[in-house]
């Protein structure tokens, strides 16, 4: 089969996606720690070090929002149902038998209504509610403990179940990344920017249209 490239990731893009999995890993990691689940760097390194990376991570989601906003790539994220049932027949069986993908990605488009459903779900419902319930465990709970702790129980609880959100989103993601035209194929676009796409026109040629 013929392949084109097409160029789909900007380096911002990029730059986003591997700091955030590089915070996210260590967020939650260290909140393990602190949730006592192993103990490796001891509590109190892992609670500077998941301070550390939590401003760090609310820092990166401000840039990347304006970043989203001003190249309009928020579009890929919005969620659809147009071909969704396509795209829950090719995960649960089209992609053992080796049948094509039903998304033909674009600058706009390279999301599959799945995808866009779990990273808008991702992206804003449980990363806005780990921001609001860490700042709310920052400034209510530590260190003199201004109110009743009890009245902290739901943001507690939340952050946990949000952490073992982020955690089942890592595994399928992790999984996710190696359904592509090859097993590295995803994540080799996601380094270079550019994406191998089955050319269903049998253009002899390869093109590349840089878009950004
Ligand atoms: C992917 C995102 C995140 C994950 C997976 C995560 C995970 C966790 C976990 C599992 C705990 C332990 C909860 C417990 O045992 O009660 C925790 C604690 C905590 N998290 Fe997060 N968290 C994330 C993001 C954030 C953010 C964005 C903030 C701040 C805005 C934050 C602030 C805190 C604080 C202050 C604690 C308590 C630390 C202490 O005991 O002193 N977290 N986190």
Redesign the pocket.
Known sequence: MKYKKQYLYSKFERFWHWTQML??ML??F???E????FEIMG?EN??RI??A???S??GLAVVSIFWMIVSKQYLNFIPTTTKLKEQLQYYTSGIFKGRPHPLHKTLYNKLNPLQRIVYAGLLIL??PV??????A??YY??PENPIDADGLLLA??A??I???M??AFIIVHVYMTTTGHSVSANVKAMISGYEKEPDTENSPEETISKNQ
């Open positions: 915070l996210v967020l939650t260290t909140g393990f602190i949730h006592g689940n509590f892992s609670v998941h301070s990376a939590a401003w991570f609310m449980i990363f780990q921001i609001i319930t860490g700042i465990y920052m709970h530590y507690v609880n952050h946990t949000g952490a073992f982020v955690v």
